[in-house]
């Protein structure tokens, strides 16, 4: 049971470390356009990336530069706020400090209790400020992650659920560009926002289209961000924490599921993913929900956690803020 617990805080480490900083990068680039183009509805582009990082309004009011980033970057009472991420992936390392560096503990530990002094910079200095702040220490625990940890079977772990996340953030980017809206990151703000400008210019001297950019997006073997290289990745590591027999049809649901992605789009050329581009993007975030399902049954194994009431006992399913 330990183990299982351990394995599932590694994994979700790596998924909301991963979200925190897919999140701050895009957050970033479409405020940087909001406070730069006057031409843009705020409101309409506020809400619209506000329904691309998964956030509900609650009410009808105006949306302002500085409300998208009270409510994505700053808000402590929300758990999947840039602030809420980083607390409870450093919860999740604390209840895994003997399977973690003590570096990797200490950069979350220290990103965490540094959240306050860098909010105080940005409503100084502007949003940037602690936008920076988040992608620099996550790039920081990712470095030290595959420096600092053993690369076992917790190290993939954390891998599958870093890729696993990465993968839907780039879906979700893809998704708000397809509906080609008046008010959606332009395809060069999208390569920014994905850390992608430099390696696409240079791969394809500079010329930004459509099609070009799916296919890099989709198809690059050789970006980490890509979705295909994301879906290798979390396929090699996911194949070695499968303990069954190598014989046909033996493999994991899960890994499964992650071929049968890879293989959907491997071999599909780039004017017939643009056609029907929204639909290849369904089909592999559903993959990632039904992977991150899978998973949690066939290695985490959840169980009841038994907790004590005035009335004796009880059992809770306790989340610990993981979600899918």
């Not at 005035?310 to 399913?317: A, P, Q, R």
């Amino acid at each position: 049971m330990t183990l299982a617990r351990n394995a599932d805080s590694l994994y979700w480490i790596g998924r909301y470390v991963e979200r925190a900083d897919d999140m701050a990068r895009i957050l970033d680039v479409a405020v940087q356009q909001l406070l730069e183009d006057a031409t843009v509805d705020t409101d309409s582009m506020a809400r619209h990336v506000l329904a691309v990082l998964g956030f509900q309004r609650a009410d009808d009011t105006a949306c302002t530069v500085w409300s998208l980033v009270d409510g994505v970057a700053y808000d402590r009472a929300s758990a999947e706020s840039l602030v809420g991420l980083i607390r409870t992936a450093r919860e999740n390392a604390r209840g895994a400090r003997e399977v973690i560096s003590s570096e990797m503990w200490e950069c979350l530990n220290a990103t965490y209790m540094g959240l306050d002094d860098a909010e105080r910079r940005a409503r100084l200095l502007g949003p940037h400020a602690f936008l920076t702040y988040i992608k620099e220490r996550a790039a920081m625990f990712a470095g030290l992650t595959d420096a600092t940890l053993s690369h076992d079977v917790g190290y993939s772990y954390l891998i599958v659920g870093r890729s696993i996340e990465r993968i839907d953030m780039t879906v979700r980017l893809l998704m708000s560009r397809a509906a080609y809206r008046p008010d959606a990151l332009s395809w060069m703000s999208l390569l920014v926002a994905a850390g992608a400008q430099d390696t696409y210019i240079r791969a394809y001297r500079g010329a930004v289209d459509t099609e070009h950019v799916v296919e890099f997006m989709m198809l690059d073997r050789l970006f980490p961000r890509s979705v295909f290289h994301s879906l290798r990745v979390a396929e090699r590591h996911l194949a070695e924490l499968d303990n069954r027999p190598d014989r046909v049809g033996a493999q994991s649901t899960a890994l499964t599921l992650l071929g049968r992605a890879r293989s959907s789009i491997e071999f599909i050329g780039r004017g017939e993913m643009v056609r029907d581009l929204p639909a290849y993007l369904r089909s592999v975030q559903e993959t990632c929900r039904a992977v991150s399902e899978s998973i949690a049954a066939e290695h985490f194994h959840v169980e009841p956690y038994v907790t004590w009431t005035d009335t004796g006992l009880v059992y809770d399913y306790v989340s610990h803020g993981r979600k899918p």
